[in-house]
């Protein structure tokens, strides 16, 4: 097999992964002294957890005004909120962008855009499914403002879905991020939020699938009206 065969099948992995890894991988040879079919079912899932943690590499597109999908997966909704109050972003509503990463998506969360973290913000909560739309409001989440450098904000939210017990966010306010760069992973199944800065639309639909770190969510300088999509 030649070494871009390779890459293409295998992955980095998040160092928070390791230890998951290793502990299925004892489970897998457990079960299979116990009864060969088991060890079997447990090196499928054992594979299953590598591929839940691979931090692959992203090109992301470097076109000032650019928001980029924070995370893989589905958008699941499009609408007006008010941005969680802990994170201060006002009262008046925003549009709302979610993408819903189900237990196969990768769940290395990225920057939508560049700017300074102007406030991380962790508030505890339910753990319902993600895909719905309270979810938003009950669920255990970890709130990030950017700040950029024409002064405006954006927020994104990482929610804790049915299956997933740990958010990871891993900068501190204060600090400078480049669009696409990582800044946390959620463990097993959830959804990001993204709100978007008054004023701008999204130019993806629903049902849209969404690679992080490279998908184009918005344009700051677009004047695109909301797109809309159907099925082929």
Not at 7 to 14: F, R
Not at 75 to 84: N, Y
Not at 158 to 181: K, N
């Amino acid at each position: 097999m030649s070494a871009d065969m390779l890459s293409t099948v295998i992955k980095p992995v998040h160092r928070e992964g390791h230890k998951f890894i290793a502990i299925f991988a004892v489970c897998a040879l457990i079960l299979y002294f116990i009864w060969a079919p088991l060890g079997w079912v447990g090196l499928g899932l054992t594979v299953w957890c590598y591929y839940f943690f691979r931090d692959p590499e992203r090109y992301t597109p470097v076109r000032e005004g650019l928001i980029i999908s924070p995370a893989d997966g589905v958008i699941s909704l499009i609408e007006q909120a008010v941005p969680p109050a802990e994170m201060e972003m006002g009262d008046t509503p925003l549009t709302r962008v979610s993408v819903f990463m189900n237990v196969f998506n990768c769940h290395v969360n990225r920057a939508p855009i560049g700017g300074t973290v102007a406030k991380i913000a962790y508030r505890p909560g339910k753990f319902l499914n993600a895909s719905l739309d309270k979810a938003s409001e009950d669920n255990e989440r970890n709130g990030m403002v950017l700040e950029m450098e024409d002064g405006r904000k954006l927020g994104v939210v990482q929610i804790a879905g049915l299956v997933a017990r740990r958010i990871l966010c891993e900068v501190q306010e204060g600090q400078t991020l480049a669009t696409g760069e990582r800044f946390g992973m959620i463990r097993f199944g959830s959804r990001l939020d993204v709100y978007l800065p008054a004023g701008v639309e999204p130019l993806v639909a629903l049902g849209q699938t969404m690679i992080a770190g490279e998908t184009v969510l918005a344009d700051l300088h677009a004047n695109e009206a909301h797109r809309l999509a159907a099925t082929r």
